[in-house]
Protein backbone atom coordinates (compact mmCIF):
# COMPACT_ATOMS: atom_id res chain seq x y z
CA UNK A 1 0.00 0.00 0.00
CA UNK A 2 0.88 3.82 -0.13
CA UNK A 3 0.46 6.44 2.09
CA UNK A 4 0.19 10.20 0.86
CA UNK A 5 1.42 13.03 2.47
CA UNK A 6 0.82 16.77 2.01
CA UNK A 7 3.83 19.86 2.56
CA UNK A 8 2.99 22.85 3.55
CA UNK A 9 6.29 24.87 2.51
CA UNK A 10 8.63 23.90 0.81
CA UNK A 11 11.85 25.39 2.25
CA UNK A 12 15.15 23.98 3.78
CA UNK A 13 14.00 21.74 5.55
CA UNK A 14 10.85 20.27 3.33
CA UNK A 15 13.26 19.92 0.65
CA UNK A 16 14.69 17.18 2.89
CA UNK A 17 11.91 15.27 3.51
CA UNK A 18 11.80 13.71 -0.26
CA UNK A 19 15.54 13.68 -0.69
CA UNK A 20 15.27 10.92 2.49
CA UNK A 21 12.22 9.34 1.39
CA UNK A 22 14.33 8.30 -1.63
CA UNK A 23 17.89 8.31 -0.52
CA UNK A 24 17.01 5.38 2.23
CA UNK A 25 13.57 3.76 0.82
CA UNK A 26 14.30 0.28 1.75
CA UNK A 27 14.85 0.81 4.83
CA UNK A 28 12.08 3.48 5.62
CA UNK A 29 9.28 1.16 3.55
CA UNK A 30 10.35 -1.82 6.31
CA UNK A 31 10.02 0.46 8.76
CA UNK A 32 6.81 2.02 8.38
CA UNK A 33 5.53 -1.26 6.52
CA UNK A 34 4.43 1.38 3.54
CA UNK A 35 5.42 3.32 0.55
CA UNK A 36 5.35 6.62 1.48
CA UNK A 37 5.00 9.19 -1.10
CA UNK A 38 4.63 13.05 -1.43
CA UNK A 39 1.27 13.53 -3.08
CA UNK A 40 0.99 17.46 -3.17
CA UNK A 41 3.13 20.66 -1.87
CA UNK A 42 1.63 23.40 -0.76
CA UNK A 43 3.18 26.77 -2.30
CA UNK A 44 3.05 30.68 -1.52
CA UNK A 45 2.42 31.40 -5.42
CA UNK A 46 2.62 30.23 -8.80
CA UNK A 47 6.10 32.16 -8.86
CA UNK A 48 7.46 29.81 -5.79
CA UNK A 49 6.41 27.29 -7.95
CA UNK A 50 8.47 28.41 -10.82
CA UNK A 51 11.28 28.65 -9.10
CA UNK A 52 11.03 25.62 -7.24
CA UNK A 53 10.25 23.84 -10.69
CA UNK A 54 13.36 25.76 -12.64
CA UNK A 55 15.29 24.33 -9.95
CA UNK A 56 14.11 20.54 -10.55
CA UNK A 57 11.72 19.72 -8.38
CA UNK A 58 8.58 18.14 -10.12
CA UNK A 59 5.77 17.87 -7.19
CA UNK A 60 2.09 18.33 -7.33
CA UNK A 61 2.54 22.00 -6.38
CA UNK A 62 -0.79 23.40 -5.10
CA UNK A 63 -1.39 27.26 -4.09
CA UNK A 64 -4.81 26.60 -2.43
CA UNK A 65 -4.60 24.37 0.98
CA UNK A 66 -8.07 23.28 0.33
CA UNK A 67 -6.45 21.25 -2.43
CA UNK A 68 -4.74 19.00 0.43
CA UNK A 69 -7.38 19.74 2.87
CA UNK A 70 -10.33 18.27 1.03
CA UNK A 71 -8.25 15.40 -0.71
CA UNK A 72 -9.19 11.96 1.65
CA UNK A 73 -6.42 10.39 -0.09
CA UNK A 74 -3.80 12.42 1.95
CA UNK A 75 -3.51 10.72 5.13
CA UNK A 76 -0.50 12.96 6.82
CA UNK A 77 -0.17 16.82 6.92
CA UNK A 78 3.79 17.86 7.32
CA UNK A 79 4.05 21.50 8.37
CA UNK A 80 7.09 23.30 7.75
CA UNK A 81 6.13 26.70 7.18
CA UNK A 82 7.14 27.89 10.55
CA UNK A 83 5.79 30.83 13.34
CA UNK A 84 2.07 30.78 14.29
CA UNK A 85 -0.78 31.80 11.28
CA UNK A 86 -1.44 30.57 8.90
CA UNK A 87 0.17 27.52 10.32
CA UNK A 88 -2.12 27.39 13.12
CA UNK A 89 -4.91 27.58 10.86
CA UNK A 90 -4.03 24.84 8.84
CA UNK A 91 -2.91 22.29 11.33
CA UNK A 92 -6.28 22.60 13.31
CA UNK A 93 -8.03 22.62 9.90
CA UNK A 94 -6.06 19.19 8.93
CA UNK A 95 -6.54 17.42 12.66
CA UNK A 96 -10.62 18.45 12.00
CA UNK A 97 -10.15 16.62 8.76
CA UNK A 98 -9.01 13.71 10.22
CA UNK A 99 -5.59 14.08 8.90
CA UNK A 100 -2.25 13.07 10.90
CA UNK A 101 0.03 15.80 11.53
CA UNK A 102 3.72 16.11 11.65
CA UNK A 103 5.64 19.59 12.36
CA UNK A 104 8.88 21.40 13.49
CA UNK A 105 6.81 24.39 14.60
CA UNK A 106 8.32 25.16 18.11
CA UNK A 107 6.92 28.79 18.50
CA UNK A 108 2.99 27.66 17.40
CA UNK A 109 3.57 24.72 19.76
CA UNK A 110 5.02 26.18 22.99
CA UNK A 111 2.65 28.86 22.66
CA UNK A 112 -0.71 27.27 21.30
CA UNK A 113 0.42 23.28 21.91
CA UNK A 114 -2.43 22.30 24.54
CA UNK A 115 -5.09 23.52 22.04
CA UNK A 116 -3.70 21.49 19.34
CA UNK A 117 -3.33 18.74 21.05
CA UNK A 118 -6.71 18.51 22.21
CA UNK A 119 -8.02 19.13 18.39
CA UNK A 120 -5.62 16.25 17.69
CA UNK A 121 -7.40 14.11 20.85
CA UNK A 122 -10.79 14.94 19.97
CA UNK A 123 -10.44 14.05 16.42
CA UNK A 124 -8.58 10.62 16.94
CA UNK A 125 -5.70 11.70 15.30
CA UNK A 126 -1.85 12.29 16.01
CA UNK A 127 -0.06 15.44 16.28
CA UNK A 128 3.75 14.34 16.14
CA UNK A 129 6.70 17.10 16.17
CA UNK A 130 10.29 15.78 17.11
CA UNK A 131 12.17 18.06 14.91
CA UNK A 132 10.79 21.32 17.03
CA UNK A 133 13.00 20.87 19.60
CA UNK A 134 16.58 20.69 18.77
CA UNK A 135 16.03 19.75 15.04
CA UNK A 136 18.25 16.29 14.62
CA UNK A 137 18.42 15.23 17.42
CA UNK A 138 16.39 12.57 18.81
CA UNK A 139 15.50 13.83 22.37
CA UNK A 140 11.27 14.18 22.57
CA UNK A 141 11.20 10.34 21.37
CA UNK A 142 14.04 9.55 23.96
CA UNK A 143 11.96 11.32 26.58
CA UNK A 144 8.73 9.42 26.16
CA UNK A 145 10.40 5.84 25.61
CA UNK A 146 14.03 5.64 27.18
CA UNK A 147 13.05 7.48 30.20
CA UNK A 148 9.86 6.56 30.77
CA UNK A 149 11.41 4.03 33.77
CA UNK A 150 13.23 7.14 35.18
CA UNK A 151 12.55 10.45 36.80
CA UNK A 152 13.79 13.43 35.41
CA UNK A 153 15.41 16.18 37.84
CA UNK A 154 16.97 18.85 35.59
CA UNK A 155 17.13 19.21 31.69
CA UNK A 156 20.24 21.64 30.94
CA UNK A 157 20.11 22.51 27.50
CA UNK A 158 22.38 24.29 24.66
CA UNK A 159 18.94 24.81 22.39
CA UNK A 160 19.85 27.40 19.99
CA UNK A 161 22.27 27.12 17.55
CA UNK A 162 22.65 30.93 16.56
CA UNK A 163 22.96 32.08 19.69
CA UNK A 164 25.56 29.06 20.60
CA UNK A 165 27.52 30.05 17.25
CA UNK A 166 28.19 33.52 18.06
CA UNK A 167 28.57 33.00 21.69
CA UNK A 168 31.36 30.55 20.49
CA UNK A 169 32.92 33.14 18.16
CA UNK A 170 32.43 35.83 20.83
CA UNK A 171 34.33 33.61 23.53
CA UNK A 172 37.00 31.63 21.55
CA UNK A 173 38.04 34.53 18.76
CA UNK A 174 36.98 37.57 20.64
CA UNK A 175 34.10 38.96 18.15
CA UNK A 176 32.09 41.53 19.03
CA UNK A 177 28.35 40.71 19.39
CA UNK A 178 27.56 43.00 15.93
CA UNK A 179 30.14 40.61 13.58
CA UNK A 180 28.96 37.44 15.07
CA UNK A 181 25.43 38.32 14.59
CA UNK A 182 26.21 39.62 10.66
CA UNK A 183 28.05 36.28 10.01
CA UNK A 184 25.32 34.37 11.84
CA UNK A 185 23.27 35.72 9.43
CA UNK A 186 25.50 35.20 6.43
CA UNK A 187 25.49 31.49 6.71
CA UNK A 188 22.12 31.44 7.39
CA UNK A 189 21.76 30.21 10.73
CA UNK A 190 20.06 32.90 12.37
CA UNK A 191 15.72 33.14 11.82
CA UNK A 192 15.23 36.31 8.96
CA UNK A 193 14.23 38.05 11.90
CA UNK A 194 17.29 36.92 14.59
CA UNK A 195 15.04 38.44 17.84
CA UNK A 196 14.14 35.48 18.67
CA UNK A 197 17.45 33.35 18.42
CA UNK A 198 19.59 36.11 20.35
CA UNK A 199 16.92 36.86 22.65
CA UNK A 200 16.54 33.86 24.26
CA UNK A 201 12.85 33.50 22.84
CA UNK A 202 13.72 30.49 20.79
CA UNK A 203 15.36 28.50 23.11
CA UNK A 204 12.44 29.53 25.76
CA UNK A 205 9.65 27.78 23.17
CA UNK A 206 11.95 24.54 23.29
CA UNK A 207 12.14 24.58 27.27
CA UNK A 208 8.39 25.09 27.19
CA UNK A 209 8.07 21.40 25.10
CA UNK A 210 10.92 20.09 26.67
CA UNK A 211 9.41 20.63 30.27
CA UNK A 212 6.15 18.46 28.93
CA UNK A 213 8.13 15.52 27.91
CA UNK A 214 10.63 15.39 30.86
CA UNK A 215 8.31 16.32 33.70
CA UNK A 216 4.77 16.07 32.31
CA UNK A 217 3.79 19.44 32.71
CA UNK A 218 2.78 22.12 30.38
CA UNK A 219 4.05 25.30 31.49
CA UNK A 220 3.00 28.38 30.14
CA UNK A 221 5.70 30.01 27.76
CA UNK A 222 5.14 33.39 30.13
CA UNK A 223 6.44 30.93 32.91
CA UNK A 224 9.70 30.75 31.25
CA UNK A 225 12.06 33.57 32.14
CA UNK A 226 14.33 34.31 29.45
CA UNK A 227 17.19 36.46 28.81
CA UNK A 228 19.06 36.62 25.53
CA UNK A 229 23.05 37.23 24.84
CA UNK A 230 23.12 40.34 23.36
CA UNK A 231 23.95 41.60 26.62
CA UNK A 232 26.73 40.30 27.24
CA UNK A 233 30.31 42.29 27.08
CA UNK A 234 33.58 41.37 26.06
CA UNK A 235 34.62 42.41 29.96
CA UNK A 236 32.22 39.46 30.77
CA UNK A 237 33.62 37.48 28.83
CA UNK A 238 37.27 37.80 29.87
CA UNK A 239 36.42 37.45 33.22
CA UNK A 240 34.33 33.89 32.46
CA UNK A 241 37.90 32.98 31.03
CA UNK A 242 39.47 34.15 33.44
CA UNK A 243 37.98 32.26 36.19
CA UNK A 244 37.61 28.85 34.07
CA UNK A 245 34.04 29.30 32.32
CA UNK A 246 32.53 29.65 29.00
CA UNK A 247 29.28 31.67 28.95
CA UNK A 248 26.76 29.71 27.05
CA UNK A 249 22.90 30.52 26.70
CA UNK A 250 21.54 27.62 28.49
CA UNK A 251 17.95 26.46 28.58
CA UNK A 252 17.38 24.87 32.81
CA UNK A 253 14.43 23.17 33.60
CA UNK A 254 14.81 21.59 36.99
CA UNK A 255 11.72 20.34 39.43
CA UNK A 256 12.31 21.88 43.30
CA UNK A 257 10.61 20.55 46.17
CA UNK A 258 7.81 23.17 45.15
CA UNK A 259 7.54 22.87 41.71
CA UNK A 260 9.14 23.43 38.18
CA UNK A 261 11.30 26.07 37.25
CA UNK A 262 12.22 26.84 33.91
CA UNK A 263 14.48 30.11 32.63
CA UNK A 264 16.82 30.24 29.52
CA UNK A 265 19.76 32.63 30.30
CA UNK A 266 23.64 33.10 29.45
CA UNK A 267 24.97 30.94 32.15
CA UNK A 268 28.80 30.66 33.11
CA UNK A 269 29.25 27.05 32.89
CA UNK A 270 32.66 25.68 34.25
CA UNK A 271 35.21 24.37 31.69
CA UNK A 272 35.08 20.38 32.39
CA UNK A 273 30.97 20.87 32.45
CA UNK A 274 29.43 18.35 29.62
CA UNK A 275 27.64 21.42 27.97
CA UNK A 276 30.94 24.00 28.00
CA UNK A 277 31.92 22.24 24.63
CA UNK A 278 29.37 22.28 22.87
CA UNK A 279 30.20 24.73 19.78
CA UNK A 280 29.30 26.35 17.02
CA UNK A 281 25.69 25.22 15.58
CA UNK A 282 25.26 22.41 17.48
CA UNK A 283 22.91 21.71 20.65
CA UNK A 284 22.66 19.48 23.40
CA UNK A 285 20.50 18.48 25.66
CA UNK A 286 21.61 17.03 29.18
CA UNK A 287 19.85 15.52 31.63
CA UNK A 288 20.08 14.38 35.32
CA UNK A 289 17.74 11.71 36.54
CA UNK A 290 17.77 9.33 39.80
CA UNK A 291 18.04 6.03 37.35
CA UNK A 292 20.35 7.32 34.54
CA UNK A 293 22.61 9.69 36.59
CA UNK A 294 23.62 12.24 33.88
CA UNK A 295 23.35 11.97 30.20
CA UNK A 296 23.57 14.38 27.16
CA UNK A 297 22.31 13.89 23.43
CA UNK A 298 24.29 15.88 21.32
CA UNK A 299 23.53 16.87 17.35
CA UNK A 300 22.73 19.69 15.45
CA UNK A 301 19.43 21.84 15.76
CA UNK A 302 19.12 22.87 12.69
CA UNK A 303 19.33 22.39 8.73
CA UNK A 304 18.43 20.34 5.82
CA UNK A 305 18.86 16.76 6.81
CA UNK A 306 19.30 16.61 10.44
CA UNK A 307 15.82 18.31 10.90
CA UNK A 308 14.41 16.54 7.92
CA UNK A 309 15.34 13.37 9.46
CA UNK A 310 13.01 13.79 12.54
CA UNK A 311 10.65 14.59 10.96
CA UNK A 312 10.50 12.04 8.65
CA UNK A 313 10.68 9.56 11.58
CA UNK A 314 7.68 10.88 12.96
CA UNK A 315 5.51 10.08 9.44
CA UNK A 316 7.09 6.80 9.29
CA UNK A 317 5.68 6.53 12.63
CA UNK A 318 2.58 7.33 11.94
CA UNK A 319 2.08 5.35 9.01
CA UNK A 320 3.12 2.16 11.57
CA UNK A 321 0.66 3.25 14.05
CA UNK A 322 -1.96 3.31 10.72
CA UNK A 323 -0.23 -0.20 9.90
CA UNK A 324 -0.92 -1.58 13.61
CA UNK A 325 -4.27 0.40 14.39
CA UNK A 326 -2.55 2.24 17.33
CA UNK A 327 -2.63 5.51 16.28
CA UNK A 328 -3.95 9.02 17.69
CA UNK A 329 -1.82 8.06 20.37
CA UNK A 330 -0.59 11.49 22.02
CA UNK A 331 2.81 11.61 21.24
CA UNK A 332 3.84 11.96 25.25
CA UNK A 333 1.48 10.89 27.34
CA UNK A 334 3.18 12.01 30.68
CA UNK A 335 0.89 14.68 32.10
CA UNK A 336 1.24 16.01 35.77
CA UNK A 337 -1.20 19.86 37.03
CA UNK A 338 1.62 22.60 36.56
CA UNK A 339 2.90 23.40 39.65
CA UNK A 340 5.66 26.28 39.81
CA UNK A 341 8.52 26.38 41.88
CA UNK A 342 8.64 29.21 44.72
CA UNK A 343 11.37 31.58 44.00
CA UNK A 344 12.98 30.54 47.48
CA UNK A 345 13.68 26.78 46.23
CA UNK A 346 15.30 27.79 42.99
CA UNK A 347 18.80 28.10 43.49
CA UNK A 348 21.95 29.01 42.10
CA UNK A 349 25.14 31.02 42.70
CA UNK A 350 25.79 34.33 40.40
CA UNK A 351 28.06 36.70 38.68
CA UNK A 352 27.04 40.07 39.59
CA UNK A 353 29.22 43.04 37.32
CA UNK A 354 28.59 46.16 38.77
CA UNK A 355 29.29 50.04 37.97
CA UNK A 356 30.77 52.18 40.66
CA UNK A 357 33.89 53.96 41.72
CA UNK A 358 36.15 51.06 43.13
CA UNK A 359 36.76 52.59 46.82
CA UNK A 360 37.56 50.35 49.33
CA UNK A 361 34.35 52.26 51.25
CA UNK A 362 32.21 51.27 48.18
CA UNK A 363 33.31 48.07 48.32
CA UNK A 364 32.52 48.09 51.98
CA UNK A 365 28.82 49.00 51.01
CA UNK A 366 29.04 46.55 48.54
CA UNK A 367 29.80 43.78 50.68
CA UNK A 368 26.74 44.71 53.68
CA UNK A 369 24.44 45.26 50.67
CA UNK A 370 24.58 41.65 49.81
CA UNK A 371 25.32 40.66 53.45
CA UNK A 372 21.71 42.08 54.61
CA UNK A 373 20.16 39.60 52.43
CA UNK A 374 22.53 36.86 53.61
CA UNK A 375 24.24 36.39 50.28
CA UNK A 376 27.77 35.71 50.81
CA UNK A 377 30.65 36.21 47.98
CA UNK A 378 32.53 33.32 46.86
CA UNK A 379 35.17 35.19 45.21
CA UNK A 380 35.64 39.36 44.17
CA UNK A 381 37.14 39.39 41.25
CA UNK A 382 40.18 41.89 40.49
CA UNK A 383 39.69 43.79 37.17
CA UNK A 384 40.70 42.18 33.57
CA UNK A 385 42.94 45.28 32.94
CA UNK A 386 44.79 47.76 34.93
CA UNK A 387 42.33 51.26 33.80
CA UNK A 388 39.24 49.38 34.95
CA UNK A 389 38.33 51.47 37.71
CA UNK A 390 34.91 51.86 37.18
CA UNK A 391 33.23 48.24 37.82
CA UNK A 392 33.15 45.82 40.90
CA UNK A 393 33.04 42.16 39.60
CA UNK A 394 31.58 39.74 42.21
CA UNK A 395 30.73 36.13 41.98
CA UNK A 396 28.43 34.58 44.81
CA UNK A 397 27.82 31.51 46.85
CA UNK A 398 24.55 29.91 46.04
CA UNK A 399 21.41 31.85 46.96
CA UNK A 400 17.44 31.46 45.68
CA UNK A 401 15.95 33.67 43.05
CA UNK A 402 13.92 35.81 45.98
CA UNK A 403 17.60 36.81 47.29
CA UNK A 404 18.34 37.59 43.69
CA UNK A 405 15.14 39.85 43.45
CA UNK A 406 15.98 41.63 46.52
CA UNK A 407 19.92 42.01 46.32
CA UNK A 408 19.39 43.29 42.52
CA UNK A 409 16.29 45.54 43.68
CA UNK A 410 18.29 47.00 46.68
CA UNK A 411 21.31 47.70 44.14
CA UNK A 412 19.03 49.13 41.79
CA UNK A 413 17.38 51.65 44.55
CA UNK A 414 20.87 52.32 45.43
CA UNK A 415 22.46 55.81 44.65
CA UNK A 416 26.40 54.72 44.48
CA UNK A 417 25.68 51.15 42.42
CA UNK A 418 24.68 50.36 39.07
CA UNK A 419 23.73 46.52 37.99
CA UNK A 420 25.61 45.88 34.31
CA UNK A 421 24.87 42.33 34.32
CA UNK A 422 24.01 39.47 36.29
CA UNK A 423 24.46 35.67 35.04
CA UNK A 424 23.76 32.54 36.53
CA UNK A 425 26.94 30.50 37.42
CA UNK A 426 26.86 26.57 38.02
CA UNK A 427 28.44 24.39 40.13
CA UNK A 428 29.62 27.22 41.99
N1 LIG B 1 17.07 29.42 14.64
C1 LIG B 1 17.09 28.16 15.31
C2 LIG B 1 18.47 27.96 15.94
C3 LIG B 1 16.76 27.07 14.33
O1 LIG B 1 19.37 28.76 15.66
O2 LIG B 1 18.66 27.05 16.73
C4 LIG B 1 16.35 25.76 14.94
O3 LIG B 1 15.26 25.87 15.79
Not at 160 to 185: C, H, I, P, R
Request: glycine fraction near 6%.
Amino acid sequence: MTVKIALLGFGTVASGVPFLLKENTEKIVQAAQDEIVVAKVLVRNEEEESRLRAAGHDYHFVTDVNEILDDSEIAIVVELMGRIEPAKTFITRALQAGKHVVTANKDLLAVHGSELRQVASDNGVSLYYEAAVAGGIPILRTLVNSFASDKITRVLGVLNGTSNFMMTKMVDEGWTYEDALKTAQELGYAESDPTNDVEGIDAAYKAVILSQFAFGMTIDFENVAHKGISGITPEDVAVAQKLGYVIKLVGDIQETRSGLSAEVSPTFLPKNHPLASINGVMNAVFVESIGIGESMFYGPGAGQKPTATSVVADIIRIVRRLKDRTVGKAFNEFSRPVQLAAPEDVKSAYYFSIEADKTSENLLRLVELFNSEQVSFKQIVQPTSEEETTRFVVVTDVMSKAQLDQVSAKLTESAEFRILNTFKVLGA
